[in-house]
């Protein structure tokens, strides 16, 4: 066994990648699929968020990781990491952007790079998945609400009240029963003083 | 319809010398609405072209995309007009425009000097403010619901509503049927006045905010007698009373309300109770329209919703207009009374 462990040689992907790749068809083959991912990945990482299918969007988020982590891992001084962000980004000012701005950003970063989230598909039309691709930490707002949990929110002050009502009322209810139940006890207690007393 | 200012008052004028407002009366439900729409927009014609010279004032808004400095007119330019240069999410999302960090404006309300803006949406972190505002447009809204959901042979008279309250679970507008002294609704009934609210949710009109002079107010609500009761009062301060406006229906608050209708999302009226007056109040019964409603966008579940439905369907606890002694909790009393016993 003196095989290299490959996790040792290559960075661990914080995201889930299919055993096989997509084959994305088209006219030119494997060199086309390169082709689109290339223009995709070039896409993300100028926009930081883009929408489209979701299939080469989940393909092609699987090499932008790559491409940023390897950044993270050799740094700008390294030439095989250069000649791959050279490979994968088709407008040569985005290799900047990839070394100056994004490493910086995800070097402490010890979740996945980039998010992936289901969009809507438009009614009447082909029925392809959609997807939205985004960088972590861009400067657009957020796609999800994740203040859903503030207790001020309307829904949840109305929540709130009906669940605090609710309570109440079944206070009220056992407080019943108990006063129910004492008075019954006291009944049965005079019974039996009368029956003793006769 | 359609007769200019003066033309009313005389016609007015006329009526209260001979026989005092009787055949005022007469005016339909739906012709007081298209009139007292008519007045709304004369006067705010009129208040628009007394600006006169259009002065600069400098908006510093503050928020996303980025701070900025807008030169906007003053008296003429709201809030919302901000947001229009921004974008479309900023016009359909803001409810609410804080002024100088203090001062909750309503996004239809023209600015008065030079100040810092902030748009409030319903998902920011302290959303009080704009949970009020929509509370009471809801308020408002349904006072507009049952004006037009009823046939034209039913005088429906709204009296009004009280301050928002969100925690008691429903919206209110207390309304006065005169020709329905014993109306108990169906669900069929209550499923049409949900439906009609939802059809005025989704006209999307803007909700327009108006001042006016005491007179004004009083000849445009000639029509309602509580309504002319309540003016003096609301007036008595600084002489002008505020008017809200959702298409063609207007109604007294205090305000802020939320920018559009359309921000009403999922809404439900819920019940119609009956309200006793006291023996000596003039006015012997109304009827409290209940409802409940979230912001557009909001997804809640249809169960989670389902509890807040049938929560709101108890009578509100508020305080009766025609019958402040009385807590309107009594059916809720006697069991908590033998619960201390």
């Not at chain 1, 066994?1 to 040792?8: D, E, G, L, R, Y």
């Not at chain 1, 080469?56 to 932008?64: F, G, L, N, S, T």
């Not at chain 1, 040569?92 to 970063?109: A, D, Q, S």
């Not at chain 2, 169960?303 to 002694?325: C, G, V």
Request: proline fraction near 5%.
């Amino acid at each position: 066994m003196n095989q290299a462990q490959v996790t040792k040689l290559v960075s661990k992907l914080r995201i889930k990648v299919a055993p096989e790749p997509r084959r994305l068809r088209n006219p030119k083959g494997p060199e086309g699929r390169l082709d689109k991912l290339r223009k995709t990945v070039t896409g993300l990482i100028k926009f930081e968020r883009i929408e489209l299918n979701f299939n080469r969007a989940d393909e092609a988020r699987q090499y932008a990781e790559r491409l940023i982590s390897e950044a993270i891992v050799h740094g700008d001084c390294h030439k095989p990491t250069m000649e791959i962000a050279d490979y994968w980004l088709l407008e040569k000012e985005l290799i900047h952007k990839l070394f100056k701005v994004l490493v910086p950003r995800y070097e402490n970063c010890n979740t996945a790079f980039t998010k992936m989230y289901r969009a809507p598909r438009p009614l009447y039309s082909r029925n392809i998945e959609k997807a939205v691709l985004e960088l972590r930490g861009n400067p657009y707002p957020s796609l999800i609400n994740k203040q859903y949990s503030n207790r001020h929110l309307i829904q949840n002050v109305l929540l709130d009240a009906a669940k605090y009502d609710y309570r109440q009322a079944k206070y009220a209810e056992m407080a019943d029963k108990i006063g129910k139940t004492e008075n019954q006890e006291l009944n049965k207690l005079s019974k039996k003083d009368e029956i003793t007393t006769e | 319809m359609k007769l200019p200012l003066t033309q009313f008052l005389q016609l007015n004028l006329r009526q209260s010398n001979i026989k005092g407002f009787t055949s005022i009366r007469c005016l339909s439900t739906q012709e007081a609405i298209e009139r007292r729409h008519h007045l709304f927009t004369l006067e705010k014609k009129r208040q628009l072209e007394n600006v006169g010279r259009i002065e600069k004032i400098e908006v510093r808004y503050k928020g996303i995309p980025k701070d900025c400095t807008l030169v906007m007119n003053k008296d003429i330019s709201t809030p919302y007009d901000c947001a229009r240069h921004f974008s479309e999410w900023h016009m359909e999302s803001s409810a609410l425009a804080l002024i100088d960090g203090s001062m909750y404006w309503d996004m239809h309300r023209p600015l008065t000097e030079s100040c810092t803006l902030e748009f409030q949406t319903f998902n920011i972190s302290e959303p009080q403010q704009v949970n009020k505002a929509f509370w009471r447009t809801c308020s408002f809204m349904l006072g507009a619901c049952a004006t037009v959901a009823f046939k034209d042979k039913v005088t429906v008279k709204l009296h009004s509503f009280p301050g928002p309250d969100i925690r008691s679970g429903s919206f209110i507008y207390d309304v006065d049927l005169p020709t329905l002294p014993d109306w108990k609704p169906t669900p069929q009934e209550m499923h049409t006045l949900s439906a009609e609210y939802v059809k005025l949710t989704r006209q999307n009109d803007l909700i327009e905010r108006l001042e006016v002079g005491q007179e004004l107010a009083l000849e445009m609500f000639v029509d309602n007698e509580h309504k002319t009761k309540q003016i003096p009062d609301i007036a008595r301060t600084n002489g002008k009373v505020t008017l809200y406006k959702v298409g063609k229906h207007v109604d007294i608050s205090k305000g802020p309300m939320i920018s559009s209708s359309g921000q009403i999302g999922k809404v439900f009226v819920s019940a119609v109770h009956k309200l006793l007056g006291s023996p000596e109040s003039d006015l012997k019964q109304l009827y409290r329209f209940q409802g409940v409603a979230l912001p557009t966008g909001v997804i809640l579940n249809h169960f989670a919703f389902s509890i807040l439905t049938e929560r709101a369907k108890k009578l509100n606890s508020a305080r009766s207009p025609i019958n402040p002694f009385v807590d309107t909790r009594e059916s809720v009393e006697p069991q908590s009374m033998q619960a201390h016993a």
